[in-house]
């Protein structure tokens, strides 16, 4: 069995920022991914709002921060971790292959969108189908769009779309809005926004590969540039039972969770920002927090 001071699960932002930092500190660190380095970040096709680019794209970035953490000889386990153990003072995480016995864990382990999985979605993850309004709003200035969903997150999605795009079209499954009354009073004030009650999108219609429109279970079709989903996240936290709110990791001010020397960050803790940016922050600290531990200053 291998032996390790920190075990880093997940390979997104977060897990890299955390490795990055704890590599440099001449820590011995292993991360283990159980898909391609980048996370969500291989999802999307242009980002704007992180310092020190006008203008990257996901895939670009997470290779760059790939290329740093190989240059500091960081050792990575391509597997998915599917369960942490504890025993005595040390923690041991299982993959779907073999056991590592750690001092600190981090998880990292992010968290994906709910899709509508319908035919051909996944092929327009970022080309069309978006997660994120904050995101790639900005792609469909002046255009139609479609959001789905009724809740508080569906809803800010379709103010701020509202705010820069042609037209913005609600499709929710129920016959009312779910969201806080504050921000449906605040939608109201743009009239460039249509709902549609008690409707799903049965199918995404494209041509010469991009989505043109999508069709309802009414037999509505919608004409449309992008189509914005937002019906919740999943986040992925199932590996060892550590408090959690709504699914969401807990962390105290020092980002250890309710286990003592497991930490977390990035997309898989309870916050309220889901960013590149917050994700690289939090996963300094928690890395900066077991540095100063491993090496008790
Ligand atoms: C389409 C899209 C566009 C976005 N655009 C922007 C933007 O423009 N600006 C911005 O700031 N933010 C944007 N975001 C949000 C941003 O990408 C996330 O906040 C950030 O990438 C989260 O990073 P993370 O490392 O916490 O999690 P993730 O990126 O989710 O990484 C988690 C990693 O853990 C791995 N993993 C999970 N479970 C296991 C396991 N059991 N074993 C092994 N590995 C595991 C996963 O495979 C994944 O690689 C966007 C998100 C999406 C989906």
Do not use: W
């Not at 709002?49 to 391509?78: C, H, R, S, W």
């Not at 789905?148 to 800010?156: K, M, P, R, T, Y």
Request: charged share 25%; with cysteine.
């Amino acid at each position: 069995m291998q032996n390790r001071n920190v075990v880093i699960i997940g390979s997104g932002v977060a897990g890299m920022t955390a490795a990055i930092y704890l590599k440099r500190a001449g820590i011995d660190t292993l991360i283990i991914e159980c898909d391609a380095p980048g996370g969500q970040l291989n999802k999307s096709s242009s980002i704007e709002n992180y310092p020190g680019f006008k203008f990257i794209d996901g895939p670009t970035l997470a290779m760059n921060i790939y290329e740093q953490v190989i240059d500091l000889e960081t050792d990575y386990l391509f597997d998915k971790v599917v369960e942490i153990k504890e025993k005595d003072d040390k923690k041991i995480v299982i993959t779907s292959k073999e056991k590592i016995e750690c001092d600190y864990i981090i998880m990292a382990t992010g968290r994906t969108s709910r899709t509508l999985n319908l035919d051909n979605e996944r092929k327009y993850i970022g080309k069309g189908i978006s997660f994120c309004a904050l995101c790639d709003g900005n792609f469909y200035k002046d255009k139609e769009v479609i959001i789905v969903g009724g809740g508080n997150s569906a809803i800010e999605e379709a103010i701020y779309l509202a705010s820069i795009c042609r037209k913005v079209t609600i499709i929710h499954r129920r016959d009312k809005l779910t969201a806080e009354e504050a921000l449906i009073n605040n939608l109201k004030e743009y009239n460039n926004v249509e709902i549609i009650y008690n409707a799903n999108i049965k199918k995404y219609d494209d041509k010469d590969d991009k989505i043109v429109s999508v069709t309802l279970d009414n037999d509505m079709v919608i004409p449309t540039s992008g189509v914005f989903i937002a019906i919740g996240y999943v986040p992925i936290n199932n590996l060892i039972d550590v408090k959690k709110d709504n699914g969401y990791i807990v962390v105290d001010d020092n980002y250890e969770t309710s286990i003592k020397n497991i930490y977390a960050c990035g997309d898989a803790i309870k916050k309220n920002t889901y960013q590149i940016a917050t994700a690289v922050g939090e996963a300094t600290n928690a890395a900066s927090n077991i540095i100063k531990k491993i090496k008790n200053t």
